[in-house]
């Protein structure tokens, strides 16, 4: 089974190879495929059916998207859905250094540092048959960045009871305790039966 991934990021396109039963994943760039849709959604799951929408326009064929962001508790859920691009202007754009700086920054001298990591995701088969699941991975605001592994806001979020940063667990640690690692196994649920059904139908 062949999914379209709704994401230009190949980090997250290793992450679900990684997670994923079975599923051979591609990024619209590898086919030449424009793809950068106007995520105006309020939340995690608009957005994400916002990318699922936008990238089954252009390619007709099953589509899988992913909207994921940090909630920071003390700071009034922020980033949230602009996690991605947190701390940007018109007239520059922030290195993630930079942007986990800025969070750092805000949570200066703040007592609770409680935040969670979300992933919503979109299976798009059809515009008229979606599957949709939103996954969290709680956990709280570092006090420094730790950490070499994984990408984005994970050398400053501590995961679970880990005592570590996400930044310094294994793939497979992370896999297991991770947002987007709990959405893509119930997601594998899903896929499965769609596959079961499948072969079902073509004995």
Excluded: W
Aim: one cysteine or more; charged letters at 30%.
């Amino acid at each position: 089974m062949t999914l379209y991934f709704a994401s230009s990021n190949d980090h997250k396109k290793e992450e679900m190879m990684r997670l994923l039963d079975g599923v051979t994943v591609r990024l619209p760039k590898e086919d030449g495929i424009a793809f950068d849709p106007d995520e105006n959604g309020n939340s995690f799951i608009e957005n994400a059916l916002i990318k699922a929408n936008a990238l089954y326009e252009k390619v007709k064929a099953p589509v899988l998207a992913d909207d994921s962001g940090l909630v920071v508790d003390a700071l009034g859920g922020r980033p949230g859905i602009h996690t991605s691009r947190y701390g940007d202007t018109p007239e520059r754009v922030l290195s993630q250094r930079e942007k986990n700086a800025k969070l750092l920054g805000e949570m200066e001298g703040v007592e609770n540092r409680s935040a969670r990591f979300v992933c919503a995701l979109v299976l798009m088969l059809s515009p008229d048959r979606i599957y949709i699941i939103e996954e969290t991975a709680e956990g709280s605001i570092a006090f420094s960045e730790e950490g070499t592994h994984g990408f984005g806001y994970d050398p400053i979020f501590i995961m679970g009871d880990t005592g570590k940063s996400a930044a310094e667990l294994s793939a497979e640690e992370k896999d297991r305790l991770s947002h987007r690692g709990k959405a893509v196994r119930k997601m594998n649920l899903i896929i499965n039966q769609l596959k079961k059904e499948n072969n079902n139908e073509e004995m």
